[in-house]
């Protein structure tokens, strides 16, 4: 039996840090964020604010209720997780949770592009519809953590490690030996990363001034940098696209996941050199990036050939593109990218985190029987 957190022989009292016992504030934390969702989305609704979620779209009053309806629902099943429930009221509270994450999680498909953007200096296309990305990720992210430590408490285990022991669920934690990923999630991941290759030559052409799927390379640089920051054409009077700069980015933290030195600062951070890398560190921007970008490239994969074969219209070619084939290629190579690089990225985070999985330093394994 885990002794709860901050209880008199568990813990320490006023001097645990807060981190440290987050399933016990997790709960309370996603019911205040639904009401301040709902309250968000029911205002933008009264008032017709415009609250785009994809190009030239933009959400309906009554979805915007819609979304508000969940997110209490969804912040009520935490509250209630913290209760002790018959039967039919778990399955209330695991119906709510299960039915109202995914919605959340979808919602926050855009924010590896608001990330990019900001990043570049590109300025903020929509602020409204940046705030809705933001709030959809903090729903998913607290409505994750109640589910986890839910399911724990429910099997005996410790809501924070999750291992079957005795003594406090809130003291120091030990953190398992850096290694490297299996050889199958190795290869996997490299598979995966090999469908930034269409995508990023495409890209790189353009950019350097070359011709491809009817695109002209000075129409493309012309265009994609009117407007843009500086950094952006910075890149690209180097050759280099920025969202390909960021593709390298993204590169760079699944190869942190999969190795050693994502656990351990190698010797070139000279300061950090030897230090413990935070387990959240890769893994949050992992998750936040990977998922968005594996459910955005899986549409565009879906979306492509049904729009070659006619199923869904044709798209109306526009400057830079001369021809709607173009268009179609550009969707597939995008799709192929995104989905690579996202799933790469989920896949490589699942390994990381099942490889430094901490266990509580104090807790003594409970003997079966």
């Known amino acids: 039996m885990v002794v709860p957190a901050g209880s008199e022989t568990g813990g ?206 000075e129409d493309w640089r012309r265009i994609t940098t009117a407007g843009a920051s500086g950094p952006a054409k910075a890149t690209a009077s180097a050759g280099i696209d920025v969202t390909v700069l960021a593709a390298t980015v993204g590169i760079f933290l699944l190869l942190a996941l999969l190795y050693a030195w994502g656990q351990v600062f190698p010797r070139w951070t000279t300061v950090l050199a030897g230090r413990r890398v935070p387990r959240l560190l890769p893994l949050v921007p992992a998750w936040l990036t990977g998922v968005p970008l594996m459910l955005y490239g899986a549409v565009l994969i879906v979306m492509a050939p049904l729009t070659a074969v006619g199923v869904l219209p044709e798209i109306p070619p526009s400057p830079p593109y001369t021809s709607s084939s173009g268009i179609v290629w550009t969707a597939g190579f995008g799709g192929l990218a995104f989905a690579g690089l996202g799933t790469g990225l989920v896949v490589a985070a699942r390994s990381y985190a099942a490889r430094t999985r901490p266990v509580c330093a104090g807790a003594r394994l409970r003997v079966p029987g």
């Open 12 to 217: 320490v009292r006023g001097s645990v840090w807060w981190w440290r016992r987050w399933p016990v504030w997790a709960p309370a934390a996603a019911a205040s964020w639904g009401v301040a969702y709902a309250a968000v989305e029911v205002t933008w609704a009264v008032t017709g604010t415009t609250v785009p979620w994809k190009d030239h779209s933009a959400y309906a009053p009554g979805v915007q209720l819609f979304l508000a309806a969940l997110a209490l629902l969804a912040g009520g099943a935490c509250l209630a997780s913290t209760r002790s429930l018959s039967r039919p009221g778990r399955a209330a509270v695991a119906t709510a949770l299960v039915v109202t994450l995914p919605v959340f999680v979808v919602g926050m498909t855009g924010l590896p592009i608001h990330f990019v953007t900001l990043a570049t200096l590109s300025g903020i296309e929509s602020a409204t519809g940046l705030v809705q990305v933001l709030l959809n990720t903090a729903g998913a992210a607290l409505l994750l953590l109640v589910g986890l430590s839910w399911q724990r408490r429910l099997r005996g285990d410790c809501p924070r490690c999750g291992r079957t022991h005795t003594g406090p669920a809130d003291g120091p934690l030990a953190h398992p030996a850096p290694s490297r990923a299996s050889r199958r999630t190795r290869v996997a991941v490299y598979v995966l990363m090999g469908g930034l290759v269409p995508w990023a030559g495409v890209k790189t052409v353009w950019t350097l001034g070359g011709d491809a799927l009817g695109v002209a390379g």
